[in-house]
């Protein structure tokens, strides 16, 4: 039987179906009509469903005997009465789901009552559905009275969301994946696409291969740079230095689109006027640093095809996960404002999201200071690292994690870990055990994607109705928010994923008005690009900027000399300095792709790839331990390659046992807090 709906990884969101026998998935394909995949997947979206089927599922719920043990004295009778009945089994007992729930809910009224409802905090929601995570903000707002929701976007793309909004007035893909082959330019900065999103790379080859010209740059020589036109290995946290020099260069020849400008900006002298007299715009700069003075040329090359050209520009992480990303991010716009490469077909900008709902759960309002729809929360709450130190100085007593490793995929893991042992209550939505489930107090197991009906929205805006390929009893992350929330709060209470999704259509109109079950299903291999109303819109900007008044706003900001830049121009590097990224095979924390032999056997330890020019330092080591000023990685073995600059190191995060985000600390983009993923000075052991 074939059944259509969603890819599960990455933010691409390819159109799938299932071929399903005696409720088991036999195999996945691309729908060949689907707009997103077209008729093709990566290796993860072909072979990683093993996970749905596999023995290591969690339970419906269990609960940690200590837990129950510390808090018996308090227990109401008819609770402890339930609990005698359970026998403990390697440290846990496995009550019913609504027994489960009970304890939850007495303990959160227990902490609330106590402490006041700031003293709880949420994290998730970019692995699971739209409705799962609209009421997971709801729980923690309005039945908790908490501020404190947050999602991974915080070591991901929130810099995205700040530095879009803050010039053109909205934090997403201004166009939709098919316009990549429509542009006559193409610009890709800090993502390496064939590996985190590989079937969006496919229609950057497509326009390569009917004469498109692409500029890529990275901290590394990427699979791409093969058959770019232009292509440059960037110092580490350069991306606002270089970003600044495009639009130096594009200003001083005149080459902007005044007309443009003048009718659709604001800002724009008082940018020109900063941006010309700052000494770190000129790409002369870059004549002064040994190994990179060619990207003085270069700089002025790629700005001239960019503002020539109907263009495009796609980023990633290595763009976000930096000191200055929100920065950064502004200044991919001031380049699209400057040139009006925004707005139409084949221009805009495009920032490549990594879970596969991240924008869903932004958009349901998932973050610290945006309800539903991007409005302004009555009270701001505390972003993840901030969280974290509240449980610290023990002003969080309780924290409920849906579908989020914090105890993996978070910088700081040393600070982590000993917080969340600090905790009265961690509540945990989870398909696998984790590093995270080791922490929590109470787990319960939940659907998968490929288990329950949802809405997913990916990297370009487009909404898909994703459809359960096989049954299970397992709740969905809604049921069990649901099941907890309607003992604390009497009309807290959904019956279906269709109803939540009603009312999420009603809370956040300005987007999803449109989009009914029955549209989505009647579009279920292309999607609606939101916002939906009576029809979807797959670009936007194209009259006027989602601005209180409309208008494009110029936002300028400095590059400060700092870290790796900073010690070339004084001479060598003094230490060795470290990004991290994915591979294609494994993602993120493995929780799911690990439960896949085909997957797992590809990539079974996280390399350390050393630069062929550092060679001679590592001769006779098969590997290395690092040190940063937060902790210690565990042994990694070393790969040469000739991929990266001297002085420079490369590896993934996907096996926690190398304990690459031990490494990481509290360095972080300044607006947001996203770590500073990629770039790290260590020392090597």
Known sequence: MRIDSVCTYCGVGCDIYAEVENNRIESIKADPKGIVSR????????????????????????????????????????????????????????????????????????????????????????????????????FTRKVINSPHIDNCARVCHAPSLKGMRAVIGEG?????????????????????????????????????????????????????????????VLPYES?????????????????????????????????KEEILKDPFANPDFFKKIKGYEYLSDLIREVAREYASKKSMIMW??????????????SAICNLALLTGNIGKEGAGLMPLRGQNNVQGACDMG????????????FIEGLKTPDIIKAIEREEIKSLYVMGEDIAHIHPNQNRIHKALEKLELLIVNELFDNE?????????GVKSAYEKEGVYVNAERRLHLSKPLVKNDLPDDWEVISGIGRLLREDFVYESSKEVWEEVRNKVSKRFKGASYEKLEENISRGLQWPVFEEDTPILHKERFRTADGKGHFKYKRYFLRGMVKELLEGDLKTFYLSTGR???????????????????????????????????????????????????????????????????????????????????????????????????????
């Open 39 to 138: 008729g093709k997947l990566c290796v993860k979206g072909k072979y990683g469903f093993d996970f749905v089927h596999s023995p290591n599922r969690l339970p419906k719920a269990k609960i940690k005997y200590s837990f129950l043990m510390k808090n018996l004295l308090y227990l109401p009778k008819e609770i402890k009465k339930e609990i005698d009945k359970l026998s403990p089994k390697e440290g846990y007992v496995y009550p019913s789901l609504d027994l489960a729930y009970k304890i939850a809910a007495w303990k959160l009224k227990q902490i609330k009552d106590n402490y006041g409802g700031f003293a709880h905090a949420s994290i998730g929601g970019a692995r699971t559905s739209c409705e799962s995570g609209y009421i997971f903000q709801k």
């Open 366 to 377: 998932c973050l610290p200071y945006y309800d539903p729809d991007y409005e302004k929360p």
């Open 239 to 271: 991306n606002l230095l270089f970003l600044n020099m495009l639009a130096y260069v594009i200003l001083q020849e005149e080459l902007y689109d005044k007309s443009f400008i003048e009718r659709r900006c604001e800002g724009f002298e008082e940018y």
């Open 436 to 444: 995270i489930t080791k922490y929590a107090d109470i787990v319960f």
């Open 172 to 232: 997403a893909a201004t166009n939709p994946f098919d316009d990549i082959e429509k542009a006559e330019f193409l610009v890709l900065i800090g993502a390496n696409m064939t590996e985190a999103h590989p079937i969006a790379a496919a229609r950057v080859v497509n326009s390569v291969n009917r004469g498109v010209k692409l500029a890529v740059f990275d901290i590394r020589e990427i699979a791409l740079f093969k058959i770019a036109s232009y292509k440059a």
């Open 583 to 685: 591979v294609i095979s494994l993602y993120n924390n493995n929780a799911q792709t690990k439960e896949s032999k085909k997957l797992l056997s590809r990539y079974e330890h996280d390399l350390l790839f050393v630069s062929k020019d550092d060679e001679e330092f590592f001769k006779d080591r098969k590997s290395v331990v690092l040190i940063s000023r937060y902790g210690r990685s565990a042994p990694l073995k070393i790969k040469i390659t000739s991929a990266l600059k001297k002085g420079t190191l490369f590896t993934t995060f996907h096996h926690p046992q190398s304990k690459i985000n031990y490494l990481f600390g509290d360095d972080a983009d300044e607006l947001t807090k996203t770590a500073c993923f990629k770039s790290l000075k260590v020392f090597v052991e």
């Open 316 to 329: 990633g992480l290595g763009v976000t996960e930096n000191i200055d990303g929100s920065y950064a991010v």
